[in-house]
T-cell receptor, first 115, second 115 residues
Framework: AQSVAQPEDQVNVAEGNPLTVKCTYSVSGNPYLFWYVQYPNRGLQFLLKYITGDNLVKGSYGFEAEFNKSQTSFHLKKPSALVSDSALYFCAVSPPGSNTGKLIFGQGTTLQVKP | NAGVMQNPRHLVRRRGQEARLRCSPMKGHSHVYWYRQLPEEGLKFMVYLQKENIIDESGMPKERFSAEFPKEGPSILRIQQVVRGDSAAYFC?????????????FGPGTRLTVT
């Protein structure tokens, strides 16, 4: 079955430190991968996506993500965390061969950045 | 350019009543997706629609749930005879295309509470 896993329910980091939010996927073929962020009582906002090409993808608000095919991972990173980055982060995959574009989401990781 | 709009933002229904959730996609978007977010879980795909057509309803419960996207007006997700287990946040997303490489834009969600 196709799935996305975010192994950490919560990540805590001090402001100014680098952050990593982990994501692994299980799909056959070459997936399209996405990161979204959700602030309290808001919808999801698109951060970045991997389609093809360079394994390091840069996105909004200084975030980037590294695609690793051999480890089937797509970890989200930021060199220096801000308190305002505190939110719920979702990794998602669009399965290969899908003609509908529907997304399969991980369960989400809460990022807490402390001053 | 207004984003994806959903109303109501909060909806309280007693068991057995009907819930009707509305979604207006972004201007120029003709592809609509509905997702459900249960407490402490990630988003789960429910249905994908284009104008006047249901394309993929593989995530919809077999009974009580229906969706439409008429030629004019918003997309509607209808839940008949609601039960407590229907309590969740329901998110609508829209896109310009169903192609996998394109990100979806999410509305703020409707939080349904069944009492």
């Amino acid at each position: 079955a196709q799935s996305v896993a975010q192994p950490e329910d919560q990540v805590n980091v001090a402001e100014g430190n680098p952050l990593t939010v982990k994501c692994t996927y299980s799909v056959s073929g070459n997936p399209y991968l996405f990161w979204y962020v959700q602030y309290p009582n808001r919808g999801l906002q698109f951060l970045l996506k991997y389609i093809t090409g360079d394994n390091l993808v840069k996105g909004s608000y200084g975030f980037e993500a590294e695609f690793n095919k051999s480890q089937t991972s797509f970890h989200l990173k930021k060199p220096s965390a801000l308190v305002s980055d505190s939110a719920l982060y979702f990794c998602a995959v669009s399965p290969p061969g899908s003609n509908t574009g529907k997304l399969i989401f991980g369960q989400g990781t809460t990022l807490q950045v402390k001053p | 350019n207004a984003g994806v709009m959903q109303n109501p933002r909060h909806l309280v229904r007693r068991r057995g009543q009907e819930a009707r959730l509305r979604c207006s996609p972004m201007k120029g978007h003709s592809h609509v997706y509905w997702y459900r977010q249960l407490p402490e879980e990630g988003l789960k795909f429910m249905v994908y629609l284009q104008k006047e057509n249901i394309i993929d309803e593989s995530g919809m419960p077999k009974e009580r749930f229906s969706a439409e996207f008429p030629k004019e007006g918003p997309s509607i997700l209808r839940i008949q005879q609601v039960v407590r287990g229907d309590s969740a946040a329901y998110f609508c997303a829209s896109s310009t295309t169903a192609r996998q490489a394109y990100e979806q834009y999410f509305g703020p969600g409707t939080r349904l509470t069944v009492t």
